[in-house]
């Protein structure tokens, strides 16, 4: 049987699903449709047994349960999914996501089997190797029902990746906590030689800290010694960080390009309404800091923040000899979409 075949009535669904908007058209609202026209498709090929493991209740506590190490996790996974529905499951993926955003996703994905050459070389640890290091432990989660009414939500998330999309009314409300990072920062062995997944976001974040004058780094440099770990980890909620850094009112024009950059880096993970709701979003919430932390040189361990009044970006680079990349987007009040859909959500579910 043709794949086209085996995929017909998923295949049409999403089809339809996207036949409905056009570039002309699309905004948030038509980001939330899609999103739930495509999950309604995937959740109708799975099994009854996998819907029950891929399904929460809106307010579960699982929903703000997220993490980015090599966990057991909830969910279900895509090393349980036919070829069928991993095919739909990366079709909600990238519902949520821009191009470039799907293919540092499903490239970080495949950094698992590099890990697993590289540690597994020991037959004798080989399989609780492969059990930690398998690039299809990665989980889809639906919170809710997803419709064009009432609040749902949806996460991918494994090792290195966690993606959390809250929508409301048809409305896609936050795409944060949204996480992406790389173990190995650069393969140095190998056919992918070369490969820097989060690269682009390394090399930007130094091209503005050597940009800085010595007066503007004294004061956008924040310690000494980079941090281990990002300071917010996978905190459920966050608050802005203290000392804030170098405000962009004390940069030059080029430099806040720069600046723009990095931010446009970050966002534009995302599908294009995304970034730009969240483009517009920054713009308007006044001054915006830029902090860093360790050495400026490749190699050196290193850490850096953007952070307005509603966002923060993290970004740091000093595990496994500064070459294990971690890098993140928060919303202060708007992960999981808290801001906009209220308590009163929570209470009604």
């Not at 595990?319 to 859909?341: E, P």
């Amino acid at each position: 049987m043709h794949l086209a075949q085996r995929l017909s009535v998923p295949f049409l669904g999403i089809c339809l699903a996207l036949s409905s908007f056009t570039p002309s058209k699309v905004g948030a609202h038509d980001a939330g449709t899609q999103m739930s026209a495509i999950a309604k498709v995937f959740l109708a090929a799975l099994t009854p047994e996998q819907k029950a493991k891929a399904c929460f209740e809106f307010a579960a506590e699982e929903r703000e349960n997220w993490h980015f190490i090599p966990r057991e996790r909830k969910g279900l996974p895509l090393k349980e999914m036919t070829p069928q529905q991993r095919l739909l499951a990366h079709a909600l993926l990238n519902t949520g996501l821009s191009f470039r955003g799907s293919a540092k996703a499903v490239t970080i994905m495949s950094l698992e089997e590099v890990l697993y050459q590289m540690e597994g070389a020991d037959e004798s640890k080989r399989a609780a190797v492969r059990e930690k290091r398998d690039p299809e432990k990665y989980f889809v989660s639906i919170f809710g029902e997803p419709a064009d009414k009432g609040a749902w939500g949806w996460r991918v998330e494994g090792h290195h990746l966690s993606l959390n999309f809250t929508i409301k009314d048809g409305q896609m409300l936050r795409a944060t906590p949204a996480f992406m990072g790389t173990n190995p920062g650069e393969i140095r062995q190998g056919p992918l030689t070369g490969l820097r997944v989060l690269g682009v976001e390394e090399e930007l974040g130094r091209e503005l800290v050597k940009s800085l004058t010595p007066e503007q780094f004294k004061t956008a440099f924040v310690a000494t010694e980079a941090p281990k770990e990002m300071i917010t980890a996978a905190e459920h909620k966050v608050n802005p960080l203290s000392p804030a850094g170098l405000v962009d009112s004390e940069l030059n024009a080029k430099q806040k390009d720069m600046l723009t950059r990095i931010i446009s880096e970050y966002i534009d993970r995302m599908r294009p309404e995304i970034a730009e709701a969240a483009r517009a979003e920054f713009k308007e919430s006044g001054p915006i800091y830029f902090a860093w932390a360790g050495g400026k040189e490749r190699g050196e361990p290193h850490y850096y923040r953007v952070q307005g009044k509603t966002f923060l970006l993290e970004y740091d680079n000093t595990q496994n000899d500064a070459n294990h990349v971690h890098s993140v987007w928060r919303s202060f009040d708007g992960d999981f979409g808290r801001d906009l859909l209220g308590e009163h959500v929570k209470k009604a579910h």
